[in-house]
């Protein structure tokens, strides 16, 4: 297991902006893949987006136009930058870390509420 540290969310009304950041803790983690997921209330968790260390990204359709996912590989980071956001993007982002050997790893959770 990766050791993930979420920062950011909160309450925002519609239409505006908040950032996530989340950091992986360790060395020599190889990392792969990392990236953003989110639960609503009495909903599965979904795809936000990813991004490969090579930095290839993948959006849900969703959120494509909107939401920026970022990375700093030095500092083992992932961003996601939520611009225009809606009430349904209301819930718990979760932040995920894929090795190299396939290992998942999932932070803590942050609440974004979207207020309409």
């Known amino acids: 297991q990766v050791p993930l540290v979420e920062s950011g969310g909160g309450l925002v009304q519609a239409g505006g902006s908040l950032g996530l950041s989340c950091v992986a803790s360790?060395?020599?983690?190889?990392?792969?893949?990392m990236g953003w997921y989110r639960q609503a209330p009495g909903k599965q968790r979904e795809l936000v987006a990813t991004?490969?260390?090579?930095?290839?990204?993948n959006y849900a359709d969703s959120v494509k136009g909107r939401f920026t996912i970022s990375r700093d590989n030095a500092k083992n980071a992932v961003y996601l930058q939520m611009n225009s956001l809606k009430p349904e993007d209301t819930g718990v982002y979760y932040c995920?870390?894929?090795?190299?050997?396939?290992?998942?790893?999932w932070g803590q959770g942050t609440q974004v509420t979207v207020s309409s």
């Open positions: 360790g060395s020599r983690l190889n990392i792969n893949s």
């Open positions: 991004i490969t260390s090579g930095g290839s990204t």
């Open positions: 995920n870390a894929l090795t190299v050997w396939l290992k998942s790893s």
